[in-house]
């Protein structure tokens, strides 16, 4: 099939590249031995196959791209120690993992955030940023300041009790505390960026990544996947036959 002519939505560059949603590493090691990767889209009856996830070759030209993703490196290091780098610590409710560069953890989240929406699938979904598609945007091009607040935890996800599920939710709004925010799921981790004009309460700075080494993320119980009520909607999709309409 004949390349989707695009601009860069930076510079206007018609020559623009292959981008992933996610980093392409990651993906491959949730793939593991398995041939393809598994996806569903609430609005799309059916499943669908991929080798490495979601990308758009119409978004981002090579300078923008790299630019946009230059934290992924540094994320896939993080997301691939996993609880193997955990410590716990505060009497057992909570872990500890080493956060030594933590702008750049926040720059991923951005990215990830920014890449989703603006993609082809997140325009066809209308996603937006609002106020702060040039907020995060900005801070993508400058390095900073990352003033958006950045929650990242272990998923919880899992399924008949066979432990944790490493996989991915793409960015979708969600309500923290009252306030807005746009959560995905990597792996074995959640992230949060806020985008609300309030923030968090004082008393949950320790747990932020901005400018935390180590990372405290709080422990929880596991949840079966199917009783995530946010997540039914895309379940109900993946269970009709993709010859349906």
């Known amino acids: ?36 990767l598994v996806q569903g889209d609430r609005g799309r009856p059916g499943v669908r196959f991929s080798q490495n996830g ?13 630019q946009i993703g230059s934290a992924d490196d540094y994320a896939v290091r993080f997301i691939r120690g996993g609880s193997k780098n955990a410590v716990r610590v505060l009497n057992g409710r909570a872990f500890a ?9 926040i720059h991923f989240a951005y990215a990830s955030v920014w890449r989703a929406v603006n993609c082809q699938n997140g325009r066809v979904h209308k996603l937006n940023l609002g106020r702060y598609e040039h907020v995060i945007r900005d801070a993508l091009l400058a390095d900073g300041p990352y003033d ?10 899992s399924l008949e009790g066979r432990g944790q599920l490493a996989l991915v939710i793409n960015p979708h709004i969600v309500r923290m505390r009252g306030l807005k925010c746009w959560q995905f799921v990597i792996g074995l981790f959640e992230f949060y960026l806020f985008t609300d004009r309030q923030r968090l309460p004082i ?7 901005n ?15 199917r009783d ?3 997540l039914r909607p895309l379940f109900q999709s993946m269970r009709h036959s993709n010859n349906k309409p």
């Open 1 to 36: 099939m004949a390349k989707q002519p695009g601009r860069c939505l930076i510079c206007g560059d018609p020559n623009t590249v292959k981008a992933h949603v996610f980093p392409r590493a990651v993906l491959l090691d949730i793939r593991g031995d398995e041939k393809t």
């Open 54 to 66: 979601g990308w758009d070759d119409t978004m981002l030209c090579k300078e923008h791209e790299d």
């Open 97 to 105: 993992i080493q956060n030594s560069n933590p702008s750049k953890l």
């Open 148 to 157: 958006l607040q950045v929650l990242v935890g272990f998923s919880r996800l």
């Open 203 to 209: 008393d949950w700075d320790p747990y932020l990544a």
């Open 211 to 225: 400018n935390n080494n180590p990372l405290i993320i709080s422990d929880g119980n596991l949840i079966d996947i």
């Open 228 to 230: 995530v009520p946010r």
